[in-house]
């Protein structure tokens, strides 16, 4: 009995979490984009003294870059029409 709750609440789980990717998947590939590009600034650009904010260290210009391509991944996925409503 209690297997079958956790498996009942495990698929509702899935599901929904399924569903968020759904919707967000324009977000979540340029997101993916925008930390790559964070890294690869970081790379071959970065900051030689260290005491850049962004650029210092490569986990918060992958976050940067993430952060930046997630609402660029906004604007473009307010520009696709949206199929439910056709």
């Not at 789980?13 to 993916?32: C, D, E």
């Not at 930390?35 to 600034?41: D, N, P």
């Not at 650029?55 to 870059?65: E, L, R």
């Amino acid at each position: 009995m209690v297997l079958k709750l956790i498996m009942v609440a495990l698929g509702i789980i899935l599901h929904s979490v399924k569903n968020w990717l759904l919707t967000h998947k324009v977000r979540i590939v340029i997101a993916f984009v925008g930390a790559m590009g964070g890294y690869l600034y970081w790379i071959f650009i970065g900051c030689a003294a260290g005491n850049c904010g962004i650029t210092a260290n490569w986990y918060s210009s992958i976050a940067f870059g993430s952060i930046i391509g997630w609402f660029v991944g906004d604007m473009v996925n307010n520009k696709i029409p949206n199929k439910k409503n056709n």
